[in-house]
């Protein structure tokens, strides 16, 4: 059983930085982040969800959005803690972070949300101009 919780969101100024956390509450915790892929999502108002930034169930290989690359870093402290490091922050970031996580061993297109068998509620970034 996964239950994924995010926290970190907030309010913060144009080209500051924020770092946004997933912890796994469920029974799986502490084996989850070892075997599974994981992903960040976000989504604005009006707006699709759309993939951010997130690694293949061996954590061998890390990947981003175009638009994210090189202001975001992925990654995870230890087996129960993952993190997304946003830098550099532009109003266009505003949204809700969402962390998924797909099946043990899965290896599910990382771009669709379809592919992640559980979600976070979400924490909210609002970046003001």
């Known amino acids: 059983h996964v239950q994924l919780v995010e926290s970190g969101g907030g309010l913060v100024q144009a080209g500051g930085s924020l770092r946004v956390t997933c912890v796994d509450s469920?029974?799986?915790?502490?084996?989850?982040?070892?075997?599974?892929?994981m992903g960040w999502f976000r989504q604005a108002p009006g707006k699709e969800r759309e993939f951010v930034a997130g690694d293949n169930w061996t954590g061998s290989r890390i990947y981003y959005a175009d638009s994210v690359k090189g202001r975001f870093a992925f990654f995870k402290a230890n087996a129960k803690e993952v993190y997304l490091e946003m830098n550099n922050l532009k109003p266009e970031d505003t949204a809700v972070y969402y962390c998924?996580?797909?099946?043990?061993?899965?290896?599910?297109?990382?771009?669709?949300?379809?592919?992640?068998?559980?979600w976070g509620p979400g924490t909210q970034v609002t970046v003001s101009s």
């Open positions: 469920g029974c799986a915790a502490g084996r989850t982040f070892s075997n599974s892929a």
């Open positions: 998924a996580v797909q099946s043990p061993y899965s290896s599910g297109d990382y771009r669709d949300p379809g592919a992640y068998a559980s």
